[in-house]
């Protein structure tokens, strides 16, 4: 076989194979040069005729994107963890409805209690004020684990790749307390649309952006909204237990719309800012239905996985400025 043709380096002057594009001494890029034809260095100009290599190299800025922008708002919440306060607030809740069945049982009123001996089948009894008394306990107990799984959210949950902690203080919830007592006490319950905006607003206060030292979420709803989605619920219950619950997704969705339109974020000079949120209801709807009906049909294992999975859609649908 013949010998390789050699050419010089226009680098380094060295000898080296005529096809090679690479340098193996100084480990210069060569090309032919597009006016002549000689080997140059890539990037320089040709002694000869002026020509050059004719490469092009694209910044890395201008090539186009891969996929979708990054969200915003992300969640690693496991659904293994949520399982735990999920069952807890259902076994409250189904108490809850048990001692309102029990209640309107010893009811002085026949109408409410032909109710539960037509439909209940349930023995009157005298514990009439207990049965209400246990019920309100277990409606703020059930509200109780409600915020606690919010927590377990936020907890769980980036703002522009920033960790979200939600804290907890005792001097907060006192107060709360307190207030809960003096305003149902003196408005006979009809206080409490406003006392449900002031535990938001209390709640979200206390969740802080790690990396941004004391900045802390905060949140604008109203009494005044929750008193018109309080009748709203109330008016599509019926409807929903009617349909064997799959109206409830309705429900939720109002609630939900309303908690997420109403989520104030600092930005990066500690302003609070409502974040733009771009879910609709036809694409949320069809999300919890589907969790809704694999929830029935585990028996109830699957509502973690559900959950999770709503959660993780409204952030990916919720824009932080």
Same mark, same amino acid.
Request: hydrophobic share 45%.
């Given at each position: 076989?013949? %010998?390789?043709?050699?050419?010089?380096?226009? +680098?380094?002057? +060295?000898?080296?194979? $005529?096809?090679? %594009?690479?340098?193996?001494?100084?480990?210069?890029?060569?090309?032919?040069?597009?006016?002549?034809?000689?080997?140059?260095?890539?990037?320089?100009?040709?002694?000869?005729?002026?020509?050059?290599? @004719?490469? &092009?190299?694209?910044?890395? +800025?201008?090539?186009?994107?891969?996929?979708?922008?990054?969200?915003?708002?992300?969640?690693?919440? +496991?659904?293994?963890?949520?399982?735990?306060?999920?069952?807890?607030?259902?076994?409250?809740?189904?108490?809850?409805?048990?001692? /309102? %069945?029990?209640?309107?049982?010893?009811?002085?009123?026949?109408?409410?209690?032909?109710?539960?001996?037509?439909?209940?089948?349930?023995?009157?009894?005298?514990?009439?004020?207990?049965?209400?008394?246990?019920? @309100?306990?277990?409606?703020?107990?059930?509200?109780?684990?409600?915020?606690?799984? &919010?927590?377990?959210?936020?907890?769980?949950?980036?703002?522009?790749?920033?960790?979200?902690?939600?804290?907890?203080?005792?001097?907060?919830?006192?107060?709360?307390?307190?207030?809960?007592?003096?305003?149902?006490?003196?408005?006979?319950?009809?206080?409490?649309?406003?006392?449900?905006?002031?535990?938001?607003?209390?709640?979200? &206060?206390?969740?802080?952006?790690?990396?941004? =030292?004391?900045?802390?979420?905060?949140?604008?709803?109203?009494?005044?909204?929750?008193?018109?989605?309080?009748?709203?619920?109330?008016?599509?219950?019926?409807? @929903?237990?009617?349909? =064997?619950?799959?109206?409830?997704? /309705?429900?939720?969705?109002?609630?939900?719309? !309303?908690?997420?339109?109403?989520?104030? /974020?600092?930005?990066?000079?500690?302003?609070?800012?409502?974040?733009?949120?771009?879910?609709?209801?036809?694409?949320?709807?069809?999300? !919890?239905?589907?969790?809704?009906?694999?929830?029935?049909?585990?028996?109830?294992?699957?509502?973690?996985?559900?959950?999770?999975? $709503?959660?993780? !859609?409204?952030?990916?649908?919720?824009?932080?400025?």
């Amino acid at each position: 076989m013949g %010998a390789v043709p050699l050419k010089d380096c226009p +680098s380094c002057g +060295s000898r080296i194979p $005529e096809p090679a %594009a690479t340098c193996t001494v100084c480990r210069s890029g060569l090309g032919r040069c597009s006016g002549c034809n000689l080997w140059l260095v890539i990037g320089t100009e040709c002694f000869d005729c002026g020509g050059s290599t @004719a490469i &092009r190299i694209r910044k890395a +800025s201008a090539a186009p994107a891969d996929g979708p922008p990054p969200s915003s708002m992300e969640i690693d919440a +496991s659904p293994m963890g949520l399982l735990p306060l999920l069952a807890l607030r259902f076994l409250l809740f189904a108490g809850f409805l048990a001692c /309102v %069945a029990v209640g309107i049982a010893g009811a002085p009123f026949p109408q409410l209690a032909r109710i539960t001996d037509e439909y209940l089948r349930l023995p009157k009894a005298d514990g009439g004020p207990v049965a209400w008394a246990a019920a @309100a306990s277990l409606l703020v107990a059930v509200g109780a684990c409600g915020t606690l799984i &919010r927590r377990y959210r936020l907890n769980h949950t980036q703002l522009l790749g920033k960790p979200v902690e939600a804290g907890f203080s005792a001097g907060a919830l006192v107060m709360n307390l307190l207030l809960t007592v003096l305003v149902l006490g003196l408005t006979a319950g009809l206080g409490f649309p406003w006392l449900y905006a002031r535990y938001r607003r209390s709640f979200y &206060r206390g969740c802080r952006l790690t990396a941004r =030292g004391q900045a802390t979420l905060d949140f604008q709803g109203a009494g005044e909204e929750v008193l018109g989605r309080i009748a709203l619920t109330l008016l599509l219950l019926p409807f @929903a237990l009617a349909t =064997g619950g799959l109206l409830f997704g /309705v429900i939720s969705w109002i609630w939900l719309k !309303w908690d997420q339109t109403n989520l104030l /974020v600092p930005d990066k000079h500690g302003q609070n800012r409502s974040p733009k949120f771009t879910g609709t209801f036809g694409a949320y709807y069809g999300r !919890w239905l589907l969790g809704w009906l694999l929830t029935l049909v585990t028996a109830g294992i699957y509502r973690g996985w559900a959950k999770v999975s $709503e959660w993780r !859609w409204v952030a990916s649908c919720t824009q932080v400025a």
